[in-house]
């Protein structure tokens, strides 16, 4: 099965900074992977799929970039409401694997 | 407006079984592949299954295969995840959600969840 590896697991933040969060896969996916964000107590949310194409309603502060086996994920201008948790995951397959999560907290 | 709302979860022995429901609304149900993903405490997400429009496609992470049976019933906009031999370490919150018509899988729409605790 192809790994995929986020990184950082968690990092500290203050609004209006730029973070950015990265997702290897072991194996060439194409652009076949999607972001996803997290709050404790909600339904999970999409932001990006396709590795660059914003979900509708989605603010443009997100975006993606990547292709193959390196993606980012970049968030312009840390909003209050933007400190969650961040999966990415994999379509290019099944299984339909999402990397480990990076935990955006306040700094 | 979609929406997606499980039902099913609570506490089993290990060993036990549980029948997961996720009734659906405010789409055309029948167009859409489903999905089921869980989160264990303090853990990440993990896909858990996923099932064709028409159910002629299924497919299940290995942890559960042979376990775990996703089916859905279009007439009821239902999708279900019978789940059998439960452990321990199925315990987590699972949701279910929208996925794709066509093309690469990703989940656009999901529940709020439901709780599954396996425990003696």
């Known amino acids: 099965d192809i790994h995929v590896t986020q990184s950082p697991s968690s990092l500290s933040a203050s609004v209006g900074d730029r973070v950015t969060i990265t997702c290897r896969a072991s194996?060439?996916?194409?652009?076949?992977l999607n972001w996803y964000q997290h709050k404790p107590g909600e339904a999970p949310r999409l932001l990006i799929y396709?590795?660059?194409t914003l979900q509708t309603g989605v603010p443009s502060r997100f975006s993606g970039v990547g292709s193959g086996t390196d993606f980012t994920l970049t968030i312009t201008s840390l909003q209050t409401e933007d400190f969650a948790t961040y999966y990415c995951?994999?379509?290019?397959?099944?299984?339909?694997?999402f990397g480990g999560g990076t935990k955006v907290q306040i700094k | 407006e979609v929406q997606l709302v499980e039902s099913g979860g609570g506490l089993v022995q290990p060993g036990g079984s549980l029948r997961l429901s996720c009734a659906a609304s405010g789409f055309s149900f029948s167009d859409y592949w489903m999905t089921w993903v869980r989160q264990a405490p303090g853990k990440g997400l993990e896909w858990v299954a996923n099932?064709?429009?028409?159910?002629?496609?299924?497919y299940y992470v290995n942890s559960v295969r042979g376990r775990f049976t996703i089916s859905r019933d279009n007439a009821k906009n239902s999708v279900y995840l019978q789940m059998d031999s439960l452990r321990v370490e199925d315990t987590g919150v699972y949701y279910c959600?929208?996925?794709?018509?066509?093309?690469?899988?990703?989940?656009?729409?999901w529940g709020q969840g439901t709780q599954v605790t396996v425990s003696s």
């Open positions: 194996q060439h996916i194409n652009n076949y």
């Open positions: 959600a929208r996925d794709k018509i066509v093309g690469p899988a990703h989940f656009d729409f």
């Open positions: 995951q994999k379509s290019d397959s099944i299984p339909l694997t």
């Open positions: 396709a590795s660059s």
């Open positions: 099932i064709k429009q028409e159910s002629g496609e299924i």
